[in-house]
């Protein structure tokens, strides 16, 4: 089975593996069955023995006595949208990450206030609609997974009669012609240069989709192989089809052309093009997502969330006086990331640096996931993240520096179990030949280091776009980015480039 195929990587370790497969045969039963009784409306009962099994088969997962779609719908039961279909005043809600998802929740929440104040809320969402979508991995398709598509759609229904919101299908908007032409356009594509430079429309078509799949393959540079162009070529389509229902909607519907665009992430290929679309129509857009601490949600008008700049907003902010409770604030949250304070798990243990790296001078290099969005395409100067390290690596052994480099892996590595071997503390083992004799120490996700001691008595800290950056400057010690931090160009770092 294709699935069982992708996850036989070398340097995926056997626990990972087992962990894995042990996680799809539980599927491949657990699914129907969670669906018939949430059918049967008796799941709740069952959650309590569900999760005990899950935990004596050591599965990260526990089940709510309701499904996040059931609770989402129930919430309105007292506060149903208002039909403003007449309205001239229309925004858009594209969301393609299916009706159990808590955003779906959030961006109903924001039209419902709209749609009170007279906006007319449209939700254009997926029913398996497009060949793939951003909900896809290696290790997660719809092919290995029957109910991937079934599990992100069915909801829509349910949510569409508990909250009387106006939610639409693409596939209503999909014509007969279309998939031939998606067909068409993506045969000739044979290479990574085609499928990166292919334009639909005038559309970029082939940019936008670059990031999503590096991101189903959990990598950090794209192969120029038979299963990259294929996947490559399925976004390719999936884009075109979006574009092409979105064109039949305002043509059947000129009345629905928003005057707002609301986007989950807008960073990915699907959500991408409705930014790229909104841009070139001079339309305004809102994209959002959370962000490492808990209870958090940031948002970016008229551009990518993602990117994490506000330099406007900074301007207007800076004229503010900054005052005394604010300072306090924001140095307990800087110091409150070293213990993992307010976020979503804690990466560094409170352990003590070697006493023998102390008195050694020393610069720290902190990695990156390569297959992080902060990292995906996000490369000013260097071909990618593990090019980067690679050049770090043969200056220091080519010109021999007094100081020690030291090479921190992210310690998220050791907690992530992804079908994939692009983790950069499997790179570093697999040139570990090359690194003997060299003045260069790898501390690896595993090890007991704490990056902040390693940032307390370094000389200087060399990062790519990690918002580690930040706390190294918090620490009064000079940073080096090479990457698209969000920061790069602020005062308190120095940017590579120049």
Not at 17 to 38: A, F, M, T, V, W
Not at 232 to 247: C, G, P, V
């Amino acid at each position: 089975m294709q699935w069982f195929h992708l996850i036989h990587l070398k340097g995926l370790s056997s626990q990972g593996i087992k962990y894995l497969n042990r996680l799809q045969r539980l599927k491949k039963i657990g699914q129907p069955l969670i669906i018939i009784l949430d059918k049967l409306r008796i799941f709740s009962i069952i959650v309590p023995s569900l999760n005990f099994v899950l935990r004596k088969l050591k599965i990260k997962k526990q089940f709510q006595r309701n499904l996040n779609y059931r609770l989402i719908g129930k919430s309105f039961k007292k506060s149903k949208f208002p039909k403003n279909t007449s309205s001239e005043k229309v925004i858009l809600f594209p969301f393609f990450s299916g009706g159990n998802n808590i955003f779906f929740f959030m961006n109903l929440v924001i039209g419902y206030r709209m749609a009170k104040k007279g906006y007319r809320c449209v939700y254009m969402v997926c029913d398996k609609a497009v060949p793939v979508c951003n909900s896809e991995r290696a290790h997660k398709t719809r092919e290995s997974d029957s109910y991937l598509c079934y599990n992100c759609s069915q909801p829509y229904k349910y949510l569409k009669r508990m909250t009387h919101a106006e939610i639409l299908y693409i596939s209503e908007y999909n014509h007969a012609e279309d998939s031939k032409i998606a067909m068409e356009e993506t045969t000739g594509l044979n290479d990574l240069n085609s499928l990166l430079n292919y334009h639909f429309d005038s559309i970029p078509i082939g940019k936008l989709a670059e990031k999503s799949v590096m991101r189903y393959f959990f990598i950090g540079k794209l192969e120029d192989n038979e299963k990259t162009r294929l996947v490559y070529q399925k976004f390719i389509k999936s884009i075109i089809t979006i574009h092409l229902s979105l064109k039949h909607l305002i043509q059947e519907q000129p009345e629905i052309k928003p005057e707002s665009i609301m986007l989950y992430n807008g960073t990915l290929s699907l959500e991408g093009y409705y930014r790229l679309w909104a841009e070139q129509h001079s339309i305004n857009y809102i994209t959002q997502e959370t962000y490492i601490g808990q209870d958090s949600w940031i948002y970016k008008k008229n551009d990518e969330v993602m990117k994490l700049r506000w330099d406007k907003e900074w301007d207007e902010f800076q004229k503010l006086p900054f005052m005394e409770e604010q300072e306090n604030q924001a140095i307990s949250y800087l110091n409150g990331l070293s213990k993992g304070k307010e976020m979503y798990d804690r990466l560094n243990m409170d352990i003590e640096i070697d006493y023998e790296l102390r008195d050694k001078d020393y610069v720290v290099l902190f990695t990156n996931l390569n297959f992080d969005t902060a990292v995906l395409g996000r490369n000013p100067i260097f071909d990618s993240l593990k090019d980067w390290i690679n050049k770090i690596i043969d200056f220091w052994i080519n010109n021999k520096p007094k100081q020690l480099l030291v090479i921190r892996v992210h310690p998220a590595e050791a907690k992530l179990i992804k079908p994939t071997n692009d983790f950069i503390g499997i790179y570093l083992d697999e040139i570990q030949d090359k690194l003997k004799g060299q003045n260069i120490k790898v501390y690896g996700s595993k090890d007991e280091v704490s990056s902040y001691e390693l940032i307390k008595y370094m000389k200087a800290g060399l990062v790519y776009s990690s918002t580690i950056g930040m706390e190294i400057a918090f620490n009064n010690k000079p940073c080096l980015i090479a990457g698209d931090a969000f920061y790069k160009n602020e005062s308190f770092c120095d940017d590579a480039s120049n």
